[in-house]
């Protein structure tokens, strides 16, 4: 249902971008929030929310973060956007360094990097109408469409499955879905090609959930979007990633293809997280062994030394309190930072992983 009234103008000299090529590369990010305290309000410490990430996304795919609130997957979004400075590291997108680009340099690559926030009430402005807030980006941006901005973004509420007669209504006459609809369209005004979505169903009726995550596939189909998805359910992880990154407490512990990663996986953190997805299937003889992780997750203030899991688990030796364990690559396209991995072919040598190379900072 897309209309060309919806097209953003083209930029001179740019060419079709093609599927498969690397369109983002992260090295070593870092995010830091400093704890100050006094009166001179100087520094006794810091949240270690994100610690040294290395990965790749390529055009048209789905990399999903997981792990556990407070794990750093929001923090990461929000750094791949640039609503959020980096302590260290590079963010690479489209070969160009975006880390500390100023505000000025960084607002035409708004067009190119948007975000889904999590909240679908909070994200939207209830004192603007529809038409205002999906019409913004275009605004904001001095982007001129064929038939006018009141064309195009009715033609994007048609396209996230709204009537164009909601043009005029405000966000309070929607329901939660209704209203991440109207995000999801405000966030396709200008053809972005990199989507981070935080969490977008997580807030959502479980009856519509599957709704709103059936749209996100169909706009990645038509667009050839390529999306980096927060998320905490590993069901609808499972159903819309091409690889997920498992995080915790600031660090990626496991990075697979979505099928490697649910059969075998091979760190004991994402084991214990698979274990507590329930299976609906009643025909089932024996039950899942549901693994409890003793203990709370760490403070990222003051995170366990060398692996940051060894204080809850259930393998965990003498090297694990005293070494860090790289990320490693044990099988093709499957990524591991554990000194006693699960599910670990027996014949296939221990790889370093192809972004090891850069230490984190």
């Given at each position: 249902?897309?209309?060309?009234?919806?097209?953003?103008?083209?930029?001179?000299?740019?060419?079709?971008?093609?599927?498969?090529?690397?369109?983002?590369?992260?090295?070593?990010?870092?995010k830091h929030f400093p704890i100050?305290?006094?009166?001179?309000q100087r520094q006794s410490g810091a949240v270690q929310a994100v610690d040294g990430l290395n990965f790749t996304v390529t055009r048209g795919e789905t990399l999903s973060l997981v792990g556990e609130s407070g794990c750093g997957k929001t923090t990461t979004g929000r750094l791949l956007t640039r609503l959020l400075e980096p302590t260290s590291g590079q963010i690479i997108f489209e070969g160009r360094d975006i880390s500390h680009l100023s505000e000025g340099r960084m607002r035409p690559l708004r067009r190119d990097v948007q975000?889904?926030?999590?909240?679908?009430?909070?994200?939207?402005?209830?004192?603007?109408?529809?038409?205002?807030?999906v019409g913004a980006p275009f605004k904001l941006q001095h982007v001129k469409t064929e038939h006018g901005v009141k064309k195009a973004v009715q033609g994007l509420l048609e396209l996230v499955g709204l009537s164009p007669e909601h043009y005029n209504r405000y966000p309070h006459e929607f329901s939660g879905g209704q209203r991440q609809r109207i995000g999801i369209a405000r966030t396709l005004?200008?053809?972005?090609?990199?989507?981070?979505?935080?969490e977008p169903v997580s807030a959502l009726d479980v009856s519509i959930q599957a709704q709103v995550v059936n749209l996100l596939e169909d706009l990645q189909d038509e667009f050839d979007l390529t999306?980096?998805?927060?998320?905490?359910?590993?069901?609808?992880?499972?159903?819309?990633?091409?690889?997920?990154?498992?995080?915790y407490l600031g660090k990626i512990v496991e990075l697979a293809d979505r099928?490697?990663?649910?059969?075998?996986?091979m760190h004991p953190y994402t084991v214990a997280l698979l274990s507590a997805v329930p299976v609906p299937d009643t025909k089932r003889k024996t039950k899942q062994e549901r693994i409890r992780l003793q203990g709370d997750v760490p403070s990222?203030?003051?995170?366990?030394?060398?692996?940051?899991?060894?204080?809850r688990c259930w393998k965990a030796q003498e090297i694990c309190r005293t070494t860090e364990p790289p990320l490693l690559q044990l099988a093709p396209g499957h990524q591991a930072a554990c000194h006693f991995p699960e599910n670990q072919p027996q014949d296939k040598p221990v790889a370093p992983a192809p972004s090891s190379d850069t230490k984190p900072s």
């Open positions: 249902m897309t209309t060309a009234n919806t097209e953003p103008t083209a930029v001179p000299g740019t060419t079709e971008p093609r599927l498969g090529e690397e369109l983002l590369k992260v090295t070593g990010l870092t100050r305290k006094g009166v001179l975000m889904i926030f999590q909240d679908p009430y909070g994200s939207l402005n209830p004192r603007h109408t529809v038409g205002k807030i005004a200008l053809r972005p090609k990199l989507i981070v979505a935080d999306y980096v998805m927060i998320a905490h359910d590993l069901s609808v992880v499972r159903h819309v990633s091409d690889r997920v990154a498992v995080m099928k490697s990663l649910y059969e075998q996986p990222p203030i003051n995170p366990p030394a060398a692996c940051r899991f060894h204080t």
